[in-house]
């Protein structure tokens, strides 16, 4: 049995799933959450798309920053300073800057390649 990879979104829980309106073009390939542009609602529609896609080889994890900053996202912030939402895929920084299942799915894609290669 393969672990499974772990996919973070960091952001705040009133915050925006992207710094684009979110209008009918759909650019980030969620239907569910529309037209709301909520970073919450954005994550549970890409949490469906992934284990539908992927199924438990996937696990997705939000953390929200409103209260407190975990530590390895304060590290990370510090030395690459990526925008809100953040994006991690196994602890590093996809960049995303906005939460983009076609973008997400095909890093994934390339991240469960690469473990089954090793």
Avoid at 79 to 107: C, E, N, T, Y
């Amino acid at each position: 049995m393969s672990i499974p990879i772990t996919l973070e979104i960091a952001g705040y829980t009133e915050s925006e799933c992207s710094p684009f309106p979110c209008d009918e073009d759909r650019t980030c390939g969620l239907s569910a959450c529309a037209p709301s542009g909520s970073l919450v609602k954005a994550c549970a529609a890409l949490k469906d798309e992934i284990s539908k896609e992927f199924g438990d080889r996937v696990t997705m994890k939000l953390t929200f920053l409103d209260e407190k900053v975990p530590d390895h996202i304060k590290k990370i912030y510090e030395k690459d300073h990526p925008a809100i939402p953040m994006i991690l895929l196994q602890g590093r920084v996809l960049p995303v800057g906005r939460i983009s299942w076609p973008q997400i799915r095909d890093a994934i894609n390339l991240e469960l390649e690469k473990l089954s290669q090793s």
